[in-house]
């Protein structure tokens, strides 16, 4: 197995460039990184594409560029958005027609059981990721359209797909099936996937380097706190349990998602509340969660909301640690000795109150939380729990464009 998950340091050293994009249903971002050191060159941003108010912001980070360069109206499509990000790259001598491109990284986000590792794009690869489009009707068609668009731009470039769900297919099957009828649910590929797994394999290798060990000699707990939010239990450097599923749905409480509920509450809301599959999905997918439970999904607003008595915000983050608790302590049991658990994205890196609140009480486990230590703000990775603790508690940033690159870099490079 050519995986490049443990290959830290590999490909560094060596020239090259590599582009990594991230494709959503309406928005491009992009980063430009030199692999000889891992820096990054530019990196940006394209949001609401086909929309009249769509905007591209542009930064160079070669440190003479200056500063982000925006540009509002109108992007038709992928096409036009990619076009406008190679525009502003070859303003700043950064081209896509440059030599030193090696590479194109994309992220994928439902790679399903077959892609177990970072793949070069071939028509036959296209295939697959398409016929994961039931899977992923959300995620799948706008990698796809950045790919082909991609593709058209540079189709002598090597293009490599970098999927969410890789780092979960080591999952047991008694981790990664539902227990429903056997048939249906391989009829219909239903099981759990998993996805972030760029950060998570990320987070965790850092994770072990922190503590001043190999990846394969640690057990660590993940939790990735973004907007959408996922943990999972990582054994040996192997992924053996990861909260989504099927979809990004599943496990902790999210910004816009309710994460695990009774799958019953969708029945009932056809039936008595007389709501559509579709329906249902949005309440689900946008309008629950933090959003749903007091309005607000950014746990910044939140944390002001509660300092000023809101009742709401404080039920919201009730819950949303409460949810963190139940899945520390069950993968506590999962992995049977547990290293390290580990705060990662942007709620996890940054917010102190949810480590501190996630932790509190779970002396038992072997859990404290060291409260300068966890006050202290800083883009490095780091202990936040005591000397006597007997299992570790960091904040470790992540970092998938990163991963992207030097997974892709990697597969590339030889
Ligand atoms: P995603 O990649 O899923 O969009 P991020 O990992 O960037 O999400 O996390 C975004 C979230 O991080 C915001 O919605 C907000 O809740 C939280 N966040 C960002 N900065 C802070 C901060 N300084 N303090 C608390 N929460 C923060």
Redo the contacts with the bound molecule.
Sequence with gaps: MTTPNTTEGTAAGKPGRVLVLNSGSSSVKYQLLDMSDRSRLAAGLVERIGEETSRLVHTPLTGDGGGPREREGRIADHDEALKAAAAELAADGLGLDSPELAAIGHRVVHGGLRFTEPTVITDDVLKEIERLVPVAPLHNPANITGIRTAMALRPDLPQVAVFDTAFHTTMPEHAARYAIDVETADAHRIRRYGFHGTSHAYVSRKAAALLGKEPQDVNVIVL??????SASAVAGGRCVETSMGLTPLEGLV??TRSGDIDPAVTFHLKRVAGMSADEIDVLLNKRSG?VGLCGD???????RRIDEGDERAALAFDIYVHRLKKYIGAYTAVLGRVDAVVF????????A??REAAIAGLEELGLAVDADLNAV?SAVPRLISPDYARVAVAVVP?D?ELEIATQTFALVDN
């Design positions: 990735h706190l973004g907007n959408g939010a999210m910004g933090l999904n950014d746990m910044r607003e939140i944390r990662t994205a942007g709620v996890g890196e940054n917010s109150p949810v703000r992540t998938e």
